[in-house]
């Protein structure tokens, strides 16, 4: 709605007026590859543990959750420790319902300005105005890359209490090293401010995590999530890891019992199942260097990506004009609003096919 269309009677917040609700299009297509998900559904050895643990909590609903998720982050720290050869402990975890519950609640503790370097994550933005943040938009350099010695500079001058980096980069895919993220918490730490690393795509990336970085620059906060490498978007579980006086703080701005006791019961069962889980992670960086070489094959340009997505250029005719051919032939992508780009998710080889397909076709034309 615009300005104009909101009731008189709406006492609604002047700065969430003129703004548009966040979300990619839904359209019920044969080959959904626009929003990043993992295309490969849980196995039934999984679904059955899933099921097993919830029948366990079923008989006492009636009773409020876990507040604290205890169980839950344990395991959460322990997947972390066995990813990363770190030594976390459950006070250095936190659980909420999808990453985005936990950017919003680091915006209802921290406060303050906040900073990001487009394009990137446009939730992180988003969340910054509904809290009432002022966010500053810091830009990366034509190949999408961060420039590093900019972004310190820019940390200086704004002093942000929270400052965002995305990596793997969504929706360039895009990674930092260890190294560059080590000069940018240096920088963020000289202003009293926290550095968050949003690693959403994290698994799919050959790049270390930040996670390893903790210990040394207290001031980082790494944000992740279960949708994607676990097949588990459904679910809505996210988790940071962090100082535990980061987690302290998420106790003061959490909601009442905010992780259901079904949720709580799922995420436990799927950290079980991991190693089987993280199976499919493999085939999709697979699949992700097969597509991008299709892609170069038919002429187009692609940026090199740590994720399970490729964006890609180099069309003859607008980018927005190929994304409806598409559509029109039953394979929806992603138009991620930067001139001349589309995004697609990567699929089964199935639906990688039909995409690369479809796409012949259409830039044929």
Do not use: C
């Amino acid at each position: 709605m615009t300005p104009s269309q909101w009731p008189s009677w709406l006492p609604l917040r002047e700065q969430l007026a003129p703004m548009s609700p966040y979300g990619a299009p839904q359209i019920d297509l044969p080959v959904r590859l626009n929003t990043n998900e993992n295309p490969y559904s849980l196995h039934n050895e999984v679904t059955a543990s899933i099921a097993s643990e919830i029948e366990k909590v079923l008989t006492d609903l009636n009773r409020y959750p876990d507040r604290d998720a205890v169980e839950l982050r344990s395991a959460l720290a322990q997947y972390i420790n066995q990813q990363s050869g770190t030594h976390f402990e459950k006070d250095s975890i936190w659980a909420a319902n999808g990453s985005n519950e936990i950017l919003q609640s680091l915006f209802l503790a921290i406060g303050g300005d906040a900073l990001g370097f487009l394009p990137s994550y446009s939730m992180h933005p988003l969340i910054a105005k509904i809290t009432n943040s002022t966010w500053h938009d810091g830009q990366r350099k034509p190949d999408f890359t961060l420039d590093i010695e900019s972004a310190t500079n820019h940390i200086k001058e704004i002093k942000p209490a929270l400052t965002f980096i995305t990596t793997p980069n969504n929706p360039t895919g895009t990674a930092l090293t260890l190294a560059e993220i080590s000069d940018i918490a240096r920088a963020v730490g000289s202003v009293g401010g926290i550095l968050v690393v949003d690693e959403a795509y994290a698994e799919f990336s050959e790049v270390p995590s930040a996670v390893t970085l903790i210990e040394k620059f207290p001031q980082i906060v790494v944000v992740r999530t279960m949708s994607k490498a676990f097949s588990f978007a459904g679910a809505r579980v996210g988790y940071l890891i962090a100082h535990p006086a980061v987690i302290n703080a998420m106790l003061l701005v959490r909601l009442p019992y905010h992780l259901s006791a079904l949720t709580q019961a799922a995420a436990r069962a799927a950290l079980s199942q991991s190693e089987h889980l993280l199976k499919n992670v493999s085939t999709i960086r697979q699949s992700r260097d097969e597509v991008a070489r299709q892609l170069v094959n038919l002429g187009l340009s692609v940026v090199p990506s740590q994720a399970n997505f490729l964006l890609f250029t180099g069309f003859k005719r607008p980018a927005s004009e190929i994304w409806r051919e598409l559509v029109d032939q039953g394979i929806l992508i992603r138009d991620i609003g930067i001139s001349g780009y589309l995004r697609v998710t990567i699929g089964t080889p199935t639906e990688n096919a039909q995409f690369i397909t479809a796409l012949t076709q259409s830039i044929a034309k």
